[in-house]
């Protein structure tokens, strides 16, 4: 069952799942760096599960559900969430990300990293954190091939931050990006 699912590095993508040419860019360039590591070089790609933080409001449609969440609680109008809000994604704080960066980018990891908390959040769940009590309007998917569940393998990350690291929760991620929450 997805809930029991982790997103390894190692997990084969079909690019002819892939409906975005976003995801097809990020294949390709994991490509690319594969045809370099069979040559010898030292490459090391990072995968970024959901990053969000502040900044997140200037990407418009492209920010991360809280913010879109936020916005529809400041317009007073009800938060949409496509499906039944049971999916779920691994949401990452900015600084975490960046933290992971810098200590992976000083490592000798090499290969594709995910970089992502391991912990997934349902949409519902992430509602209620933005806008206790607020209405909820219900679509079905605008697109296919959603992705409906993510969360990062954490492993390979974990031997370079240490098992300790503590990633911010998304609930205080949460209160520190939308005011009043």
Same mark, same amino acid.
Request: a negative charge; hydrophobic letters at 35%.
């Given at each position: 069952?997805?809930?029991?699912?982790?997103?390894?590095?190692?997990?084969?993508?079909?690019?002819?799942?892939?409906?975005?040419?976003?995801?097809?860019?990020?294949?390709?360039?994991?490509?690319?760096?594969?045809?370099?590591?069979?040559?010898?070089?030292?490459?090391?790609? =990072?995968?970024?599960?959901?990053?969000? $933080?502040?900044?997140?409001?200037? +990407?418009?449609?492209?920010?991360?559900?809280? /913010?879109? #969440?936020?916005?529809?609680?400041?317009?007073?109008?009800?938060?949409?969430?496509?499906?039944?809000?049971?999916?779920?994604?691994?949401?990452?704080?900015?600084?975490?990300?960046?933290?992971?960066?810098?200590?992976?980018?000083?490592?000798?990891?090499?290969?594709?990293?995910?970089?992502?908390?391991?912990?997934?959040?349902?949409?519902?769940? =992430?509602?209620?954190?933005?806008?206790? $009590?607020?209405?909820?309007?219900? +679509?079905?998917?605008?697109?296919?091939?959603? /992705?409906? #569940?993510?969360?990062?393998?954490?492993?390979?990350?974990?031997?370079?931050?240490?098992?300790?690291?503590?990633?911010?929760?998304?609930?205080?991620?949460?209160?520190?990006?939308?005011?009043?929450?």
């Amino acid at each position: 069952k997805w809930e029991n699912r982790y997103n390894r590095e190692d997990d084969a993508i079909d690019p002819l799942e892939l409906t975005s040419h976003y995801g097809k860019s990020k294949l390709m360039n994991e490509m690319l760096a594969d045809s370099y590591a069979q040559i010898g070089m030292s490459v090391l790609g =990072l995968r970024y599960f959901n990053v969000y $933080g502040p900044g997140d409001e200037k +990407k418009n449609g492209r920010c991360a559900p809280m /913010q879109h #969440f936020f916005n529809s609680r400041e317009q007073g109008q009800p938060i949409m969430i496509y499906g039944d809000g049971h999916q779920a994604k691994d949401f990452i704080w900015i600084d975490d990300a960046v933290e992971a960066t810098f200590k992976l980018m000083e490592s000798d990891v090499t290969g594709i990293c995910n970089v992502g908390t391991g912990i997934a959040t349902n949409f519902n769940t =992430l509602a209620e954190m933005v806008a206790p $009590g607020h209405p909820i309007m219900r +679509k079905p998917y605008p697109a296919s091939g959603y /992705q409906y #569940f993510t969360r990062a393998d954490t492993t390979k990350l974990r031997t370079v931050i240490g098992q300790e690291y503590e990633f911010l929760p998304v609930s205080l991620g949460v209160k520190k990006l939308v005011p009043a929450c």
